[in-house]
């Protein structure tokens, strides 16, 4: 390719806390992408001044280094002769965010992602561009309260600062990925890892939730560790 710009921008006390295994939702949402080279590091027929992006994406345990939560590729005709390029709600046809709902959330992520430029010659093959990888990515957590406020799923919560920079320099240029990876708790789970379970009660017992700790909370003119006292 001659000189091409690409861009690509790929969401816890007060009583008795009960520890379960808390389902919680995944989600990862391609954001934005910065692809800068020049000196024919990508080929393309219409246009050999841009790549033909795709990317390959793998999410799993830190300590398993697997991609067991989620493992795909986005179609080859993601980016076809574009210099530019901010993700919405999808991706060709999927989703964006991307999610998976899983049993146990791990502290940290095994997170890669490879960025392709597809070639559609015969003799040709794909060309590798870059590969970010990080095996103790951070992610924040959220209750299911703030998420279900939201219409969109808690993308209201993703400022600018919750997005994640991927830089590496390539051949003649550079390419800078943005991403954002979150989690939400499902209903009557919490904690920062969606493992407190607490359902709010107003019969024998009477409290809330503590919407960060899961933590029991007594209504108004109750006390007690199960707040079963009247004050």
């Known amino acids: ?19 379960v295994d808390g389902y919680a939702t995944l989600f990862f949402k391609f954001v934005n992408i910065t ?3 020049s000196g024919g590091h990508c080929s393309s027929f219409s246009k050999p001044d841009f ?14 280094r697997e991609c067991s939560i989620l493992d795909m590729r986005t179609p080859k005709s993601l980016l076809m002769d574009q210099n530019s390029m901010s993700f919405g709600d999808f991706i060709d046809y999927i989703p ?30 794909d060309d590798h561009l870059a590969t970010f990888e990080d095996n103790e990515y951070k992610y924040d957590v959220y209750p299911f309260e703030i998420n279900s406020r939201s219409k969109h799923g808690g993308l209201p919560l993703l400022s600018s600062h919750h997005h994640h920079r991927l830089f590496q320099n390539i051949s ?22 969606c493992s407190v379970s607490c359902i709010p009660e107003n ?26 006292k009247l004050i």
């Open 1 to 19: 390719m001659g000189f091409g710009y690409l861009i690509v921008s790929v969401l816890f006390t007060f009583a008795n806390i009960l520890q």
């Open 35 to 37: 692809v800068q080279t």
């Open 51 to 64: 790549c033909d992006v795709y990317f390959k994406l793998c999410i799993g345990d830190k300590k398993s």
């Open 96 to 125: 964006n965010p991307l999610y998976r709902t899983v049993a146990k959330l791990p502290p940290k992520l095994y997170l890669k992602v490879e960025v392709w430029d597809a070639d559609y010659s015969f003799s040709d093959l």
């Open 172 to 193: 003649q240029g550079y390419l800078t990925l943005y991403v954002a990876i979150w989690a939400v708790c499902d209903r009557d789970s919490y904690g920062n890892d």
């Open 203 to 228: 019969k024998i017992r009477h409290y809330g939730c503590d919407i960060l700790t899961g933590a029991k909370v007594c209504l108004p003119g109750w006390f007690g560790d199960e707040c079963d």
